[in-house]
């Protein structure tokens, strides 16, 4: 039985990776069980061609622990002679009824956000992510956000 899931996973690994066309880059980082209010997640881009247009997205996977209905971010894309733009960023993360959005047959789901579309570069740039989820009513921010697992970073060649 082990093989026979282990065969089928691997199957399905191949053919999902092989039909992913599009990615350029694609990489996640862990942020343990919780995300710190603190805890920046920091990527490193390769240098793309700076004739093409590319699309940006935060992908993030989060479990059944997360139990808000929208995530806020403060996504920063810095170039590499120190100019930084700045995005506050909302998404909702759950339908009404408070079952998560997202792809996934478990308790774990995987969202891709879109972040920016059309986008050219020159140059390296790095791409920090930090979140910024407040409680209604509550000005300080929520110091561990439970439920949020890991935080990627993606870039698509545009059609």
């Known amino acids: 039985m082990w ?3 282990s065969a089928l ?5 191949i053919l999902s990776s092989s ?8 990489e ?3 942020v343990g069980s919780a995300w ?10 390769p240098e793309l061609d700076s004739t093409k247009r590319y699309n940006l997205f935060v992908n993030l996977r989060d479990n059944n622990s997360y139990k808000y209905n929208n995530l806020f971010l403060i996504v920063s894309i810095e170039k590499q002679n120190g100019f930084t733009k700045v995005d506050t960023l909302e998404y909702q993360m759950a339908n009404p009824d408070g079952s998560l959005l997202g792809d996934g047959f478990s308790d774990i789901k995987e969202s891709k956000l879109v972040y920016k579309e059309n986008e050219q570069f020159k140059g390296k740039y790095k791409v920090h992510i930090k979140q910024a989820v407040r409680e209604t009513g509550k000005v ?5 956000l439970d439920g949020i697992t890991e935080v990627g970073f993606r870039i698509e060649k545009k059609d």
Do not use: A
């Open 3 to 5: 093989i026979k899931n």
């Open 9 to 13: 996973l691997l199957l399905v690994v």
């Open 19 to 26: 039909c992913d066309k599009k990615r350029v880059f694609d």
């Open 28 to 30: 996640y980082k862990s």
């Open 36 to 45: 710190h209010k603190d805890s920046i997640v920091t990527f490193d881009l």
């Open 140 to 144: 300080p921010g929520v110091k561990l």
